[in-house]
């Protein structure tokens, strides 16, 4: 089968109404697959206020607000319409990249008539209970991920630790790499700019402490708070830089009120904001990749990062940051205050981190990605013709 024969049917809770790394990874995979001749169409809630524009066609999923998550919306699984859409789209692989209703419902789908299905992971979901008060729920989170998991002829992990929790957890025999990739023209040391930190009220001698996230519990905002206080009880001189929007954000304000918080930013500004640091601070356990630590590492930041997986696959302990065990807040403070006070440490580690950035080439893993698709569509036709 050639790319432009190829028919691929993408099914995700959150394509593009509201911006995460996850979603601009799938949107950046559909864009690049097209290119090569393959069509896609693209199942998902969609509301009418998007925050970009999406690659590839876009079939609107019926939907409602999650439930204690506004911005997130639920999906109502293959309902009339976007069921008949997908029988006449005649795909030759399903892509499930939610373990939600519609990503069940994609997978019976695609098993019922023969077509192979395959599931992309983009986050721990099992683990969001424990910050929630429901860490007892993370069992039975598994076991509904394994279900869904074990019906694909194989699934995509985008970090090698990310692919040995898959493993170890049971979901599936078939486990590869979609790895993320980088824009190196985009992010990258050059984008310094002294006069925007002063305008934020940041010295030009100032060590900037950088946090990048969504404002949400599961990026680990309790660790980044008492991690700030302990800096702050040791007399560590430094500024502490938080970019990113969400529900969490009057929380956190309150928990680190000697933060700046500078909001959401993309593009060009969101660029500055990593370069004019001067290292990088990513507490969370729940990221299967790391998007900003990538992103910090080819701004040639080092990081101080949380001992999980995404996070193990990109820094090199000693080498291009430091490893702490998740929610050890003492070993973050060490870490972070190490740099603060070693600027040559800070300059290797980062040099370090911006030459293990180049690896990341986009075009050249979303080529990956084709090529397995391109290979799972010809086992289901030979499936169909025996």
Not at 132 to 159: K, M
Request: hydrophobic share 40%.
């Amino acid at each position: 089968m050639q790319s432009s024969e190829l028919r691929i049917a993408l099914f995700t809770g959150n394509y593009n109404y509201v911006r995460d790394g996850a979603n601009q990874a799938l949107n950046r995979l559909v864009r690049y697959v097209e290119s090569q001749g393959a069509t896609v169409r693209v199942y998902s809630p969609t509301t009418d206020t998007p925050a970009f524009e999406p690659a590839g066609t876009l079939v609107s999923i019926p939907s409602v607000p999650l439930p204690g998550r506004g911005e997130y919306r639920l999906g109502f699984g293959l309902a009339g319409g976007a069921k008949a859409d997908v029988k006449r789209f005649d795909p030759h692989v399903v892509h499930i990249a939610s373990p939600d209703i519609v990503g069940h419902r994609a997978a019976t789908w695609g098993r019922r008539n023969g077509v192979p299905v395959v599931a992309s992971v983009h986050t721990r979901f099992e683990t969001y209970f424990r910050y929630y008060r429901g860490a007892w729920l993370q069992t039975v989170g598994e076991t509904i991920l394994r279900r869904l998991y074990r019906r694909c002829h194989e699934i995509y992990a985008p970090s090698e630790s990310m692919a040995a929790v898959l493993t170890d957890q049971r979901m599936s025999r078939r486990v590869a790499i979609w790895s993320r990739g980088i824009d190196k023209v985009m992010f990258n040391p050059a984008r310094r700019d002294l006069e925007w930190r002063r305008s934020i009220g940041i010295g030009d001698d100032e060590v900037v402490v950088l946090f990048v996230a969504r404002l949400v519990l599961e990026k680990g905002l309790d660790v980044l708070a008492a991690t700030l206080a302990k800096l702050d009880e040791r007399g560590v001189p430094y500024k502490a830089l938080v970019v990113g929007e969400g529900p969490a954000r009057p929380w956190i304000e309150a928990q680190a009120p000697q933060a700046i918080f500078a909001g959401y930013q993309t593009g060009t500004n969101l660029a500055r904001a990593y370069a004019s640091s001067d290292l990088m601070f990513n507490p969370s356990s729940t990221e299967t990749f790391g998007n900003v630590t990538l992103e910090a590492m080819a701004s040639g930041l080092p990081v101080v990062a949380a001992r999980a997986t995404g996070s193990l696959s990109l820094v090199a302990d000693g080498i291009n940051g430091i490893l702490t065990s998740p929610d050890d807040v003492d070993a973050s403070a060490d870490a972070i205050a190490y740099y603060v006070a070693n600027p040559e440490a800070r300059a290797t580690a980062g040099a370090a981190g911006l030459a293990a950035a180049q690896r990341y080439d986009w075009d050249r893993i979303n080529q990956g990605m084709l090529d397995r698709y391109l290979r799972v569509a010809e086992v289901g036709q030979r499936l169909k013709k025996s």
